[in-house]
């Protein structure tokens, strides 16, 4: 899997994703005021609108303060494809191994 990161503008997407990036670069910034983006592997992700299987989270190695509506990747797996059946399958699998541990 490759993934190639850059900036889009708010023309390349509907306004219902570029409310959510600006909420999301909102979170970062609130998260900062408050102390909370030391920690070792916090993030903050949501849910790209309309797409249930895909998110949006900051590329690896980007401060927090410089999280821009136009920084966020969107992630998916497979480019949207998927099976609901085996990700349910696979979710369970993760889930009762954890209860074994």
């Avoid at 850059?6 to 994703?17: F, K, L, N, P, V």
């Avoid at 299987?53 to 992630?75: L, N, T």
């Avoid at 949207?80 to 990700?87: I, Q, T, Y």
Wanted: overall charge negative; charged content about 25%.
């Amino acid at each position: 899997m490759q993934f190639q990161v850059s900036c889009i503008s708010r023309d390349e997407c509907s306004a219902e994703e570029w409310e959510a990036r600006v909420d999301l670069a909102a979170a970062h910034r609130l998260a900062i005021m408050h102390g909370l983006n030391e920690g070792i592997f916090n993030h903050l992700t949501q849910v790209v609108p309309g797409k249930p299987d895909r998110y949006y989270q900051i590329p690896f190695g980007m401060h927090w303060s410089e999280v821009k509506a136009s920084s966020f990747m969107e992630v998916g797996i497979n480019d949207g494809e998927r099976d609901p059946d085996a990700l349910c399958e696979k979710a369970l699998s993760y889930f009762l191994r954890d209860l074994a541990i």
